[in-house]
């Protein structure tokens, strides 16, 4: 595992020139420079120098980070920001008495036996493809995550929707794909998690499939972590429908818009899908790669910046008068509802926030 010295010529190469204020979501709430990229930069070179102490006030501010990644896409350096803070926070926290308990509870014994008992007892039904060809055009394994585990809606409407295709889904026992264990700073429990998955992914599969984007975006940063790994290509499943001739028939008129995840690298794919959907009427809503404010732990520990930031985002989202907002990340439907909550506009009237999967599902599909 490395260690913050490692990245002492990374962190040096932050010319300190501030760019990444204007696209950081919580700088733009906060106006703190701590907030965002420089400054955690200055606060951690200080700590390699031996100048400042790796401590609880430090930690604040690498909580204060909702590792989006928007500083990283725009800085002139090109700065792995989040991979430094998330070996920082690692730093920071292990041995005190909180992260004592967060390693208990974010271990095989608690967490991954919570998974496994909704995997072997899901309380809905889980519905299993049928029809397969004995010879399919390919072999995908399907990563459905955790919240697909607790609660499988969205897995459910994208089995729907491939049984309808010559497209072989294979299922295996995953652990989390270690993003939530990342962002704790729990490297352990991190490295254990991919360690298990990377074993189960090897296997001659076309694809890796998922329908969550922070789980692809996970999945697919394995190989920063761990050298000579060979995964197959991770595709969105909403990238794959776009392969397919397919189309997908509304009953009646809707308007939609779209929400990208941070997480999501290519969103080429989305306007290729709803160019496949009748009945339908797409409008793009301003900022509409802006953060949702959750990411999981950010929102837990920072609830006031975060609800903020959602609630701008779903502002943006409302002005498009959508019946549908339609995204690809569990989290980010969660954040587009607590922005609905925060603006007290969460009726039956409010539009519906849905994962592309469940979107498609309601149509009437059509394979050519
Ligand atoms: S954009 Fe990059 S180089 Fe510029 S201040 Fe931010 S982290 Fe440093
Ligand atoms: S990862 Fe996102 S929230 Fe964190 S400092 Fe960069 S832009 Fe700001």
Not at 141 to 157: D, L, M, S, T
Not at 211 to 218: G, N, P, Q
């Amino acid at each position: 595992m490395k260690t913050l010295n490692d990245f002492k010529k990374e962190i040096n190469k932050c010319s300190k020139c501030g760019l990444c204020q204007s696209v950081c979501p919580v700088y733009k709430i906060t106006g703190n420079d701590c907030a965002v990229s420089r400054g955690k930069f200055v606060m951690l070179d200080g700590v390699l120098k031996g100048d400042l102490k790796l401590n609880k006030n430090i930690e604040k501010y690498l909580d204060l980070c909702l590792k989006c990644g928007k500083c990283k896409d725009f800085c002139p350096s090109n700065i792995d920001v989040c991979e430094i803070f998330n070996i920082a926070k690692y730093e920071c926290s292990k041995n005190t008495f909180h992260w004592k308990l967060l390693k208990f509870l974010e271990s095989k014994f608690v967490f991954g036996n919570v998974i496994h008992f909704f995997r072997k007892f899901p309380f809905t039904h889980r519905y299993k493809i049928i029809s397969q060809t004995s010879n399919p055009k390919l072999k995908v394994i399907y990563f459905k995550g955790c919240v697909n585990e607790v609660y499988p809606k969205v897995e459910n409407a994208l089995k729907k929707i491939f049984s309808n295709l010559d497209i072989e889904i294979i299922e295996k026992d995953f652990d989390c794909c270690g993003l939530p264990f990342l962002s704790s700073g729990n490297m352990e429990r991190y490295e254990q998690t991919a360690k298990h998955n990377i074993e189960l992914l090897n296997g001659g599969y076309d694809y890796v499939l998922t329908d969550c984007a922070s789980c692809a975006y996970t999945l697919s940063n394995y190989k920063k972590h761990f050298k000579n790994i060979n995964l197959p290509p991770i595709i969105n499943a909403g990238e794959l429908l776009a392969k397919e001739d397919m189309k997908f028939v509304f009953e009646k008129p809707v308007k939609i818009t779209f929400h990208k995840p941070c997480h999501l690298e290519n969103d080429d794919f989305i306007k290729l899908i709803f160019q496949k959907c009748e009945n339908i009427e797409y409008i793009e809503m301003e900022g509409y790669d802006d953060c949702c404010g959750f990411a999981g732990e950010f929102a837990i520990k920072n609830p006031k910046i975060s609800k903020e930031i959602s609630k701008k985002k779903i502002t943006n989202a409302l002005k498009t008068e959508a019946d549908y907002i339609i995204t690809t990340c569990p989290a980010c439907v969660m954040g587009l509802t607590q922005g609905l909550i925060t603006n007290k506009i969460f009726t039956k009237k409010s539009p519906k926030i849905l994962n592309l999967m469940e979107f498609l599902a309601n149509a009437k599909i059509i394979k050519s």
